[in-house]
T-cell receptor, first 113, second 115 residues
Framework: DQQVKQNSPSLSVQEGRISILNCDYT??????FLWYKKYPAEGPTFLIS???IKDKNEDGRFTVFLNKSAKHLSLHIVPSQPGDSAVYFC????????????WGAGTKLIIKP | GAVVSQHPSRVICKSGTSVKIECRSL??????MFWYRQFPKQSLMLMAT?????????EQGVEKDKFLINHASLTLSTLTVTSAHPEDSSFYIC???????????FGSGTRLTVV
């Protein structure tokens, strides 16, 4: 049973436009959520996180929104740049897996010039 | 920021040999190190969790005698793939828990190819 789901395996966005990556979770005990970016053959790098006590966290071009009632979070990238082309993973922690991360399957973001 | 140095980045070995992968936390103490494996087009799969000075905890389905994990110090954890087979070919990533930032700093990954 997938506790963290990223239902879009890929997303294509025009350069300069907004990229919106979505993530859904099922475990209401999750209280911390993270987004990672991964280039081919490299380890994922941390992008941005959000605690369940917040509904929005912003860092430069990246904003994460959390809707606890819907068990949904999204990552907004604006404006999208060619270097943003990568696979984005969302991850969650909390509850029984306090330090362990539960990962989504990832969404491949392609920024078109 | 926190850095985890992972070596080697790529390794090719013959079937039946052993390969050691090292992860070092350079500017923080990684009390806990996570080891992941990634299959093509799939998410990262947690293999084991190691805490400094104690035995690693392996996920279900991961052979502990095949994937030996040592976490002898707060800055070094190693994963040894013993008697490697072609099906062990994969991308292995470590992650050190950085409790200062409540984050997980990842190594750059090791691409293992067993021929």
């Amino acid at each position: 049973d997938q506790q963290v789901k990223q239902n879009s395996p890929s997303l294509s966005v025009q350069e300069g436009r907004i990229s919106i990556l979505n993530c859904d979770y099922t475990n209401s005990m999750f209280d911390y959520f993270l987004w990672y970016k991964k280039y081919p053959a490299e380890g994922p790098t941390f992008l941005i996180s959000i605690s369940s006590i917040k509904d929005k966290n912003e860092d430069g071009r990246f904003t994460v929104f959390l809707n606890k009632s819907a068990k949904h979070l999204s990552l907004h990238i604006v404006p999208s740049q060619p270097g943003d082309s990568a696979v984005y993973f969302c991850a969650a922690s909390g509850g029984d897996s306090n330090y362990q991360l539960i990962w989504g399957a990832g969404t491949k973001l392609i920024i078109k010039p | 920021g926190a850095v985890v140095s992972q070596h080697p980045s790529r390794v090719i070995c013959k079937s039946g040999t052993s390969v050691k992968i090292e992860c070092r936390s350079l500017d923080f103490q990684a009390t806990t190190m996570f080891w992941y494996r990634q299959f093509p087009k799939q998410s990262l799969m947690l293999m084991a969790t190691s805490n400094e000075g104690s035995k690693a905890t392996y996920e279900q389905g991961v052979e502990k005698d095949k994937f030996l994990i040592n976490h002898a110090s707060l800055t070094l954890s190693t994963l040894t793939v013993t008697s490697a087979h072609p099906e062990d070919s994969s991308f292995y990533i470590c992650s050190g828990e950085d409790r200062r930032n409540y984050g997980y700093t990842f190594g750059s990954g090791t691409r293992l190819t067993v021929v």
